[in-house]
Structures are given as C-alpha cells and as structure tokens.
C-alpha cells in the first residue's frame, strides 16, 4: 500500500472489537483518502481492536491505565503518544473512558467520538437499549467532537437515522445502527481532512453540503 504525502495524520482510541475502527482502516487503505490512521491506542491490553490495526500494519499501543496515578495523569499519556506521532485527528472508537480536560484542551476541535444514538437522545452506556425501552420509533448515529464535561456531548458533525422494527431485540436494532456507523465515521473524517467542516457556536457546518 503507498501512503500518500500529506494526509491528515488520526489517531484512534479504542478499547474493544474495533468494528469502527476496521471502517476508518478500510478507508484509509484507498489511496484517495485524505486521512490516515497512523497509531491504535487501547486502554485494553486484549482489544480485538489492536489485532485489527497490527493486521493492516498500523502501530498498536496498549497503555496500561494501572501505570498512572489518575485518570489525568493517564490522559495526558495518551497526549504525548499522540503529539509524538504528530496526529492531526484523534477518533474514539468505542474507548470505554470519559476524557479528562487535560485531553479534551489539548485536542480541542481535533477529536471525534461516534455514539450509537441520535444525541442529545440516550447519551451513555446502552444506547441501543435505552432507545428501545424508551419506545422510539427512530434509532441512529451520531459522530460529534469532544467537549468537556459530560458524557457524549460536543458539537454534532453527522447523524445517520434507522427506524426501529417492533419485534427489534437491542442486537438487532444495534447491528442496524452499526452499519450506519461504519459509513458516517469515514465520511466525517474525510470532511474534517478536507477542510469542509467549520464550527459556529455549537452548530457544525459542512461546506459544499449545506
Ligand atoms: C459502537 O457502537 C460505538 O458507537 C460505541 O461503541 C461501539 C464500539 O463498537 N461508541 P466497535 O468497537 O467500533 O465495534
């Protein structure tokens, strides 16, 4: 595979299977595509994940929570891992840990999360559950940037809407939802590595799309 000069340097921070991950792997395989994930960083030493990013060549790091004193202290391991690599674009993909400031300043604007609902709506753990027993009739995806302070909260680049199946189990209406997650990841961060995205309060803009 030739890596093209010049693409936005990603890297991701996962913690389990790495599905998005594998997305985001896929696509910067395609030599049109203007980003590349240049380092995997997991808080878990047996992620799939890992295994995902050593099979498509990528850097593969565990950094071990237990080594740090707090959660901050971790975080900003995680900052010099990235800095050093010179990443331009940090993606959560399924990273199980709430990101101190210490993280969240130094990437401002410069890191993404995808969540398994349509934000605001059923932030957190089991969103696919929560919409399910809410009775939604809509379920989706959302990718947004980091913020600090709560959970799943940022300014929302893309969403992808699913309805809901009355006979839906949480792994049906999940496996609907991830495949509109595998799609809308890539697509945000294309837009971010093009320059189409600019933020204006807490709304996102894409140019040439709205
Ligand atoms: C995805 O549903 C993602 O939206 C959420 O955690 C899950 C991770 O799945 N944040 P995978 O590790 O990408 O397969």
């Not at 891992?81 to 709430?98: D, H, N, P, Q, S």
């Not at 398994?116 to 709506?121: C, Q």
Request: overall charge neutral; some cysteine; glycine content about 8%.
């Amino acid at each position: 595979m030739t890596r093209a000069a010049g693409r936005l340097r990603v890297g991701a921070l996962v913690s389990g299977r790495g599905s998005n991950l594998q997305a985001l792997l896929d696509a910067s395989a395609r030599a049109d595509y203007p980003a590349e994930i240049v380092v995997v960083i997991s808080d878990r030493e047996r992620a799939a994940a890992l295994d995902r990013a050593r099979t498509a060549g990528v850097e593969a790091l565990f950094v071990n929570p237990k080594d740090f004193a707090d959660r901050e202290a971790f975080d900003l391991a995680l900052v010099r891992e990235l800095t050093a690599r010179r990443v331009g674009l940090v993606c959560c993909a399924g990273f199980m840990r709430i990101l101190s400031p210490a993280f969240t300043r130094a990437f401002a604007g410069r890191a993404m999360n995808i969540h398994p609902s349509l934000l605001p709506a059923f932030p957190g753990l089991h969103a696919q559950r929560q919409a399910l027993d809410y009775g939604a009739k809509v379920a989706g995806a959302t990718v947004h940037f980091l913020e600090d302070g709560a959970v799943d909260t940022g300014s929302i680049i893309l969403q992808s809407s699913v309805p809901v199946h009355p006979d839906d189990t949480e792994d049906t209406l999940s496996a609907r939802i991830l495949i509109e997650e595998h799609k809308l990841y890539p697509e945000a961060v294309r837009l971010f590595a093009e320059g189409r995205l600019s933020v204006e309060g807490r709304r996102v803009f894409v140019r040439g799309r709205e």
